[in-house]
C-alpha cells in the first residue's frame, strides 16, 4: 500500500506515523495478540471500507486463482494473512516484515475484490452501506444517498478509490482519510453487482436536478445534465405509447 512505500521510504522506525502500529485504528481500539492479521489490517486507520475476508474464503486456493504469479513473497505473504496473531512493534521494525507487508497488504487488495462479489462478501458490504460506513453522496440533491467504493481499474496503484452514488450515478473522489486506498481493493464492477444482488436498495426516486436561477427566477432553456437526462428518459418511455396509439386507427383502417 502507500503507507507502506512510505514507511519503506523513511525507515521502519517511522512505520507508526503511516497507521502501521499495533491498535492504530479508527476507534482507538486495543488488539489484543490474537486478534489475527486480517481483523488488524481492517482497523488500522483509513481502512474502513475493507470488509473482514473469511478465513475459509482465503484458504481456498479455487479464489486464489492467478494470483501466486502477481507476488515475489506470494507464500509468506499468504502466510501473514492467515496469521492468528496481530504484528506488534518489534515486527512494525523490522524491514524484512515489512517488505512480505507490501506484498500481504497488496494480495489482500486482490483478494477483497474477488469475495465482496461472492454471496457472504456482499453480505458483509450490506450492513456497512447501511450504516453509512462508505459515506454520502457529496451531491447536494441527492440528499445524502448512501454510496459504495468503486475502482477504475482492476490494477494495483492504477487509480485510488472513488465513491460510486447509486442515486445519480455518478462517480466521485473518496474522503482524504480514504484517499489512499486502492482502487483495485474493489474493482470496477461491485456496485453494479451490489445492487443487482440488492435491488431493494436501488434508489426509487430520480435525482432532483439543480435548477439554475438568477435573482430567483429560473434561466429560459437552460437545464441541468439531469434534468436532460430525465426528459430523454421520459420521451424513450413515451415512444412505444405513441407508437402503439397511432397503430390503433391505422389497423381500424384496414379493417
Known amino acids: 500500500s502507500s503507507i507502506l512505500a512510505i514507511a519503506l521510504e523513511n525507515g521502519p522506525e517511522r512505520a507508526k506515523m503511516y497507521g502501521l502500529s499495533l491498535g492504530e485504528s479508527d476507534e482507538d481500539e486495543e ?14 486507520k483509513g481502512h474502513e471500507l475493507f470488509a473482514e475476508v473469511e478465513e475459509d474464503y482465503v484458504r481456498d486456493n479455487f479464489n486464489l486463482y ?8 506470494y507464500d509468506h505473504a499468504l502466510e501473514m494473512i492467515l496469521s492468528s496473531e496481530a504484528p506488534d512493534d518489534d515486527d512494525l521494525a523490522d524491514n524484512e516484515f515489512l517488505e512480505i507487508y507490501r506484498d500481504a497488504s497488496d494480495l489482500y487488495s486482490l483478494i477483497h475484490a474477488r469475495y465482496i462479489v461472492s454471496p457472504r ?8 452501506y447501511l450504516k453509512g460506513t462508505f459515506g454520502t453522496c457529496p451531491r447536494i440533491h441527492c440528499d445524502r444517498q448512501h454510496v459504495l467504493p468503486m475502482g477504475l481499474s482492476e490494477d494495483l496503484r492504477a487509480a485510488q478509490v ?11 473522489a473518496c474522503k482524504s482519510k480514504h484517499k ?27 435525482p432532483r436536478p439543480f435548477i439554475p436561477r438568477i435573482f430567483g427566477f429560473k434561466l429560459h432553456k437552460q437545464k441541468s445534465l439531469i434534468a436532460f437526462k430525465l426528459e430523454q428518459v421520459e420521451q424513450v418511455e413515451a415512444t412505444p405509447l405513441a407508437m402503439a396509439a397511432m397503430a390503433v386507427p391505422a389497423a381500424r383502417g384496414l379493417c
Open 31 to 44: 488488539f489484543s495478540a490474537d486478534s489475527g492479521w486480517i481483523p488488524w489490517f481492517c482497523g488500522l
Open 162 to 172: 472513488k465513491i460510486f452514488c447509486p442515486k445519480c450515478e455518478q462517480a466521485y
Open 66 to 73: 492467478g494470483l501466486r504469479q502477481r507476488f515475489k513473497f
Open 121 to 128: 462478501g456482499l453480505q458483509a458490504m450490506r450492513e456497512k
Open 180 to 206: 489512499e486506498l486502492d482502487g483495485a481493493c474493489f474493482g470496477m464492477s461491485f456496485p453494479q453487482i451490489f445492487l443487482q444482488s440488492y435491488p431493494s436498495l436501488v434508489p426509487p426516486d430520480p
